[in-house]
Nanobody, 124 residues
Framework: QVQLVESGGGLVQPGGSLRLSCAAS????????WNWYRQAPDPGKQRELV?????????NYVDSVKGRFTISRDNAKNTVYLQMNSLKAEDTAVYFC????????????????WGQGTQVTVSS
């Protein structure tokens, strides 16, 4: 079984920084891609893909976080990070990590796994 455990959320003032981490454990063969999503408190907003990094370290960001957020991965630790700088009130959300990976149980198939979510609140 695979587990993704997130950490690093919290309350921060506008303009501040936070670093989220997400560690994967279990019978993992390889992690193909990591993604960070967020779900804002507004019920009318859909879950949003914030940042992504692939196995060749290609990265993508939603326009609203470009230049402020950085996604990175540590393959040796099966961990992904999201460094968030210059945080704004509109960044307030529950942040979820997602990994597309292969397991020893079924190494020919890639599946998605999710973390439990971590709350980020940006407020003065």
């Amino acid at each position: 079984q695979v587990q993704l455990v997130e950490s690093g959320g919290g309350l921060v003032q506008p303009g501040g920084s936070l670093r989220l981490s997400c560690a994967a454990s279990g019978s993992i063969v390889s992690i193909i891609a990591w993604n960070w999503y967020r779900q804002a408190p507004d019920p009318g907003k859909q879950r949003e893909l914030v940042a992504a990094v692939t196995s060749d370290d290609s990265t993508n960001y939603v326009d609203s976080v470009k230049g402020r957020f950085t996604i990175s991965r540590d393959n040796a630790k099966n961990t992904v990070y999201l460094q968030m700088n210059s945080l704004k009130a509109e960044d307030t959300a529950v942040y979820f990590c997602n990994a597309r990976l292969r397991t020893w149980r079924n190494p020919s198939s890639a599946n998605d796994y999710w973390g439990q979510g971590t709350q980020v609140t940006v407020s003065s």
